[in-house]
């Protein structure tokens, strides 16, 4: 699969928001991994509910807000696969509203509440990154973020912006990581496989990208929160020598504390070894 983004370019690592404007008609992106990962989806909804879908009772109002945009969304700019708009269908419950949406797209999603202090109210997350949605419902961003490190730094400015993001300025961002598994579905801690070495780490990890967008929906005020992920073998990734060096660069200057936050753990060293 093409590698769309590349988010490495060698600098000091800080924790930064890096927010850029987003045009409406790229809020989705489908790629050639869409029928696998809606299949994933379709089993995780199933057999993973209570893990990966939740809605509060306050978030009722957002959930079908979103759902009628999100239709309108995908019935005006792709129409071959939603030749109709799927929000027309009959009206369903806050957290079928977010099971629906989870099914029509690749992204995850989440709603955050309209007023400060802003809190997660409802999401349908089925592909996390070594994080539980169970932990973390409820909870305002502060209290959400803690486990980043120095994210202390940038707190005052994340629950600035979620505070008074506007309806017809939607942004985006990109967060990675680097993962022993290509496995979508990464709840909760991971031990880490014993098997990799600096011999064999590069054919042994992947780069998991997350295209992260934010849109506050007009009539209700909640912010919508999407997460498309991309899973990319680091060989594929590597066999660019320039992409080899900026990731090298790059992840030589990620701190200790914050690649075990990331998951990476003892793949860090080895992965600045290896490259």
């Not at 999100?70 to 806050?94: V, Y």
Request: hydrophobic residues 35%.
């Amino acid at each position: 699969m093409e590698l769309k983004y590349f988010p490495f370019h060698g600098e000091d690592y800080k924790p930064q928001m890096g927010l850029k404007p987003l045009e409406r008609a790229n809020w989705i992106e489908f790629g050639p991994d869409a029928k696998d990962q809606l299949a994933l989806k379709e089993r995780l909804l199933r057999d993973e509910r209570d893990r990966v879908l939740i809605a509060l009772p306050e978030a009722s109002e957002g959930c079908r807000e979103l759902r009628e945009v999100l239709g309108a969304h995908l019935h005006e700019f792709f129409s071959d696969r939603f030749p109709e708009n799927p929000a027309l269908r009959e009206q369903t419950s806050a957290v079928e509203c977010m099971a629906e949406l989870s099914r029509w797209t690749q992204e995850d999603w989440a709603l955050l509440s309209p007023r400060p202090p802003v809190r997660l109210e409802a999401a349908s997350i089925c592909f996390p990154s070594r994080w539980d949605l169970r932990t973390k419902i409820g909870r305002e961003s502060d209290a959400i973020h803690k486990p980043v490190p120095e994210f202390s730094s940038i707190a005052k400015p994340t629950q600035g912006f979620l505070e008074r993001v506007s309806v017809d300025k939607p942004m985006w961002r990109l967060n990675w990581t680097i993962h022993d598994s290509d496995e979508l579905f990464c709840p909760g801690p991971h031990p880490g496989r014993t098997d990799v070495t600096v011999e064999n780490v590069i054919d042994k990890t992947w780069l998991r990208v997350e295209r992260q967008t934010l849109r506050k929906l007009p009539r209700s005020g909640f912010v919508a929160f999407s997460i498309r992920t991309y899973v990319h073998s680091l060989r594929d990734v590597v066999q660019d020598s320039q992409r080899r060096m900026l990731l090298k660069a790059s992840l030589e200057r990620v701190p200790a504390e914050t690649a075990e936050y990331k998951g990476m753990g003892r793949l860090h060293r080895l992965l600045i070894d290896a490259l």
